[in-house]
């Protein structure tokens, strides 16, 4: 328990900074209000037209179907990687460990505009094959975001990996269970929050990629950011402002809910 | 010796799908896009000449550096103003501190840059209420420039060097600062002398994390910067979309992934990676 509190001085630099932090998040509030077709802050009379525009607009919800299409394809499948290859580390140990993970996470680490340049390298060489799998695909965005999320899932797998004790694996081992007993039977239940919590991250992290899906998408597979992106960067719609309304409720209620539910688990 | 054969063999058969997927979609292509920066439109060393003597592209590099260095001097600073709250302040302000850095972390980028725009555009929040208060006539030029995306992204990056100096200000023996308030030192004194030294490590990494990020940013700078204040990345999206012209554009790209990665390994030597979680 620190004894050492901030004085007054760290409180009010603090207050700044978490007031510069929150800023931008409240300011799209009374743009998402305007009653006018540009963005503008309201001057008196305020009007839910760019909300209804989200749901009577057709490109929004589609874009939003695709999203989340997307979000689940890429999601499991980079979880059923990453789950795979960190059991893989962790029952055995192989040499290489280091440099063979240190590869796994490269695409976290390279800067994104670089991966998504040779995500487009790749996605353009197999749209010489294929129609349905390639640039401007949504299998084709699918996998590229999967090499985006890959390496966060594998990171989460193993960290809670490392908080599990080997000797139950090595007391199943040692009563004659199979590798796959092992790992289905003794090792994946034990970390199940872990897995659950790489299928959300990557999801999520899917759900709201823009650097790589620029490079990749050009008419057909437009998913949310994509059409964000194309609404901020012409001339701005203000129905950005309320689907940006909607999408900082979201997150706010959903991060209330876990800090309670870990507030109820660590009681 | 069976045992130890089959061992092997498991570890391989878990571990090849993810492997060989990340063989197959990721370090190919980055051959290839290496391959574009040697062969487009003329093989040889071409591009990497062009990148030495072209002025855009120099000064874009140079202008990237400079935006880099001054985001990772204001978000560490505000980042360890934060920290220091969220790690030793009471539950409330801990509270508090952890609703500011965590909500906007969970928001996708495209909304952070929107709600800077919504506020420093033309018509945005900040001029519209400095208009009406008289304080100004003509807006302000504060988006569209340098200025909107130093803001925007420091915004960004901001919970990113939280993480590393959270965990460096929690390792941290309290102690040490009774002791040296103990001995008479100021509370000033004490942070100074004291509390920031003993959590270098943690400055060392949130700064590396802010720059390397900082380097390769896309969306944020072509967002505020409005076309105007050009970053790297949006230079090599500029070159393979606008004028078609891969081969600088993969120039580009291979000379800004060794320039971070010799950063990576600097930063490794002075920082183990768990200590950036």
Known sequence: ?267 | MRSYLSDRMGAALLMAPLLLFLVLAYAWPFLGVVKWSFTLPTPGLGQYEALLTDDLVQSVFIRTLRIAAIVTVVSVAAAYAITVVWVRGTPAQRLIAEFCILVPFWISVLTRAFGWVALLSNRGLINTWLQAIGFISEPLALVRNEFGVIVGMTHFLIPFAVFPLASAMRSLDDRVLLAARGLGSSRMRTFWTVFVPMTRSGIIGAAMIVFVFSLGFFVTPAILGGGRSVMIAELIYLRIFQSPDWGLGAAISVVLVLFVGALMALLFRYVRPKQLI
């Open chain 1, 1 to 267: 328990m620190p004894t050492y509190r901030p004085g007054p001085v760290s409180l009010i630099i603090a207050a700044f900074v978490a007031l510069f932090l929150l800023m931008p998040l409240l300011a799209v509030i009374p743009v998402s209000l305007t009653p006018s077709r540009m963005l503008a802050m309201p001057s008196g009379e305020l009007s839910l037209r760019h909300y209804r525009a989200l749901i009577e607009d057709p490109r929004w919800l589609q874009s939003i179907l695709l999203s989340i299409r997307i979000g689940v394809v890429s999601s499991a499948f980079s979880t059923v990687l990453a789950l795979c290859f960190s059991l893989g580390v962790w029952m055995f140990q192989p040499r290489f460990t280091a440099a063979l993970v240190g590869f796994v996470l490269l695409p976290m680490v390279v800067p994104p505009v670089v991966s998504a340049i040779t995500l487009y390298f790749l996605l353009t060489s197999i749209s010489g094959f294929s129609a349905f799998f390639g640039y401007d695909t949504w299998l084709g965005v699918a996998m590229a975001h999967s090499v985006m999320t890959v390496p966060f899932a594998t990171v989460l797998m193993l960290v809670s990996l490392s908080q599990l004790d080997r000797r139950i694996d090595l007391a199943a081992r040692g009563l004659g269970a199979t590798v796959w007993e092992r790992a289905t039977r003794i090792i994946m239940p034990n970390i199940k929050f872990g897995i659950i919590t790489a299928a959300l991250l990557s999801f999520v992290l899917s759900w709201e990629e823009i650097g790589v899906t620029l490079f990749i998408t050009s008419v057909n597979a437009i998913t949310l950011p994509r059409l964000m992106w194309m609404g901020l960067r012409d001339n701005i719609d203000p129905a950005i402002a309320a689907l940006s309304v909607i999408l900082i409720i979201i997150t706010v209620l959903v991060l209330a809910v876990r800090s309670f539910v870990a507030r109820q688990r660590g009681a």
